[in-house]
Nanobody, 122 residues
Framework: QPQPVESGGGLVQTGDSLRLSCAAP????????IGWFRQVPGKERDFVAA????????TYADAVKGRFTISRDNAQNTVYLQMNNLKPEDTAVYYC???????????????WGQGTQVTVSS
């Protein structure tokens, strides 16, 4: 089953940190780009961060640069999103997705998790 599974969301206060995890049961995990996206009600799903299969290259949306860090442990088939200095505008459902291309739009990611809710109170 290629469907990723996210965990680690929760309710936190402004300035707090969370670490999201994405467990991806993909046969050759190290060959897949893993991206994080987020979505709020009534809005489009936005790109957050992505990491190459080896973990050697990462990219981030401007809104999270300097605050979020994406990493991966291929031995555990897991990708992480460390979120520091959280803001209310970070409130969203966060989704993990897998792609075989270095792309940053949701349509290029065939495999999606169910999402995990992150809520940041003021």
């Amino acid at each position: 089953q290629p469907q990723p599974v996210e965990s680690g969301g929760g309710l936190v206060q402004t300035g707090d940190s969370l670490r999201l995890s994405c467990a991806a049961p993909i046969r050759t995990f190290s060959q897949y780009v893993i991206g994080w996206f987020r979505q709020v009600p009534g809005k489009e799903r936005d790109f957050v961060a992505a990491i190459t299969g080896s973990g050697g290259t990462t990219t981030y949306a401007d809104a999270v640069k300097g605050r979020f860090t994406i990493s991966r442990d291929n031995a555990q088939n897991t990708v992480y999103l460390q979120m520091n200095n959280l803001k209310p505008e970070d409130t969203a459902v966060y989704y993990c997705a897998a792609s075989r291309s270095w792309m940053f739009t949701s349509d290029r990611y065939p495999y999606w998790g169910q999402g995990t809710q992150v809520t940041v109170s003021s």
